[in-house]
């Protein structure tokens, strides 16, 4: 994590253009179909953990400093044993906060640094793009514990 301040420092200092968000879309697949998304429709497999972390040091020797996490549905990416929080650590191993973007339907337990959930408005409407998800959601967010948990909408 110090590394990705002193490289935004040193970027800063040197006049040198560094981006200082990066996004990763871990995954295309997602458990709902939602009318208005186009990454369910494209299916494409997942990329293996190794492939994950090779991303991840490809993004942080861009200079970025935050990386957001998202799909699809983040917290259906699997390889084997490794799950999004095995990605969530190696992340923080190398950018200075990462995020998570879900669609809030599985639960949040995460060690992300923020968690962010989609809604697409209240009840109907979310409903209407997402199918019948909005009180589940809800109720996910009532449960968790994430320190900073915030809904997107």
Same mark, same amino acid.
């Given at each position: 994590?110090?590394?990705?301040?002193? $490289?935004?420092?040193?970027?800063? +200092?040197?006049?040198?253009? =560094?981006?200082?968000?990066?996004?990763?879309?871990?995954?295309?697949?997602?458990? @709902?179909?939602?009318? $208005?998304?186009?990454?369910?429709?494209?299916?494409?497999?997942?990329?293996?953990?190794? $492939?994950?972390?090779?991303?991840?040091? =490809? +993004? =942080?020797?861009?200079?970025?400093?935050? %990386?957001?996490?998202? *799909?699809?549905?983040?917290?259906?990416?699997?390889?084997?044993?490794? /799950? @999004?929080?095995?990605?969530?650590?190696?992340? =923080?191993?190398?950018?200075?906060?990462?995020?998570?973007?879900?669609? /809030?339907? %599985?639960? @949040?337990?995460?060690?992300?640094?923020?968690?962010?959930?989609?809604?697409? *408005? +209240?009840?109907?409407?979310?409903?209407?793009?997402?199918?019948?998800?909005?009180?589940?959601? @809800?109720?996910?967010?009532?449960?968790?514990?994430?320190?900073? %948990?915030?809904?997107?909408?």
């Amino acid at each position: 994590m110090i590394d990705a301040w002193l $490289s935004g420092i040193a970027g800063h +200092l040197l006049k040198q253009r =560094q981006p200082l968000l990066a996004s990763f879309k871990l995954t295309r697949r997602c458990n @709902l179909c939602c009318v $208005s998304c186009p990454f369910w429709r494209q299916p494409t497999p997942d990329p293996d953990y190794d $492939s994950v972390v090779d991303t991840l040091d =490809q +993004l =942080q020797r861009t200079g970025a400093r935050l %990386l957001i996490l998202e *799909g699809g549905e983040p917290f259906l990416w699997r390889d084997g044993e490794w /799950g @999004l929080e095995a990605v969530v650590t190696a992340a =923080q191993e190398r950018f200075a906060f990462v995020g998570v973007v879900t669609n /809030g339907t %599985l639960g @949040l337990d995460s060690s992300a640094d923020v968690l962010w959930v989609s809604l697409d *408005g +209240l009840g109907d409407s979310h409903d209407q793009n997402r199918g019948p998800t909005f009180d589940r959601i @809800l109720a996910n967010i009532a449960a968790s514990g994430h320190p900073k %948990l915030y809904v997107n909408m």
